[in-house]
């Protein structure tokens, strides 16, 4: 027992040391996956999915995504310059792309790689409201969400190990419950991550496409098209992402602090 509660012991503390700090918000993230790493997996993803997409040929629509991508990313790198953390970064290789599809989506991958599906810009309508999409996908990118949730998944499977064995001869009820308490089992256990997520990059996004030009106000009104585009949302519990109504309410509660960083 005393063996067990020692590699309990540790395996909480190197998860406690593995932390650090989402830059703007300051928020403590797991960090057990590295940079490196990371960054490979995506670059080498990120060559696939190009090579296998149709990229628009419209090329007005796609320098205006190159346009708005680019000034989002100058931003980012300038506050990241300013706050001390341009390393986080410096292996950021930078590209935008429009791809053709009525998906009404897009994504910015770790390091920098950005795809804007054609079927979102009927919906953010303007320049300004592709600032709002980009400004919230570069969030996800600039604050390691992705290694994060990777980070989590290695901790689950970590620790559902260590409790395993602490439990010994327990029941495999007792186990599952202790693990569910503990966060380690079921998929309900990090979706709160994942909204936590989507509410930071709202969060940041804003921030940012402020820094870059562009008018934060217009994340509600483009958010209030996305929810009668939708129809609706799903029951939150049950979804990664925030309800509608409560996204724009919360994006309300940001923008005063957005505002501070936009100028015309």
């Known amino acids: 027992m005393k063996l ?23 928020r403590k993230q797991l960090s057990l996956v590295s940079d490196s790493q990371i960054l490979a997996m995506s670059a080498a993803s990120y060559s696939d999915f190009i090579k296998e997409s149709p990229l628009s040929t419209d090329q007005t ?16 790198v300038s506050y990241m310059n300013s706050v001390g953390r341009a390393a986080d970064i410096a292996d950021y290789q930078w590209e935008y792309n429009l791809v053709q599809s009525d998906d009404v989506n897009a994504f910015c991958m770790p390091g920098g790689k950005i795809v804007v599906y054609t079927g979102i810009l009927p919906v953010t309508q303007s320049e300004n409201g592709l600032a709002v999409v980009l400004g919230h996908e570069i969030a996800h990118a600039v604050a390691r969400h992705s290694s ?15 409790i395993s064995g602490l439990l010994g001869g327990a029941s495999q009820t007792t186990q599952n419950i202790v693990g569910t308490v503990y966060g ?17 990059a709202d969060h940041m996004g804003l921030v940012f496409m402020a820094m870059a030009g562009y008018d934060p ?28 109504a409560k996204r724009i309410a919360e994006i309300q509660k940001f923008l005063p602090e957005a505002l501070q960083y936009y100028k015309k």
């Open 217 to 244: 106000n217009g994340a509600v009104t483009f958010w209030q098209r996305m929810a009668q585009q939708s129809g609706g949302s799903s029951f939150e519990l049950l979804s990664t992402h925030p309800s509608d």
């Open 184 to 200: 380690l089992t079921g998929s309900l256990g990090t979706l709160k991550f994942s909204r936590q997520h989507e509410y930071e």
């Open 148 to 162: 994060e949730q990777m980070s989590q998944q290695v901790a689950l499977e970590a620790g559902s190990s260590v």
């Open 61 to 76: 629509k796609t320098a205006m995504v190159k346009r708005v991508g680019s000034k989002i990313a100058s931003a980012v």
């Open 4 to 26: 067990r509660n020692f590699l309990f012991t540790i395996f909480i503390a190197t998860v406690c040391v593995a932390c650090t700090t989402v830059a703007l918000t300051g």
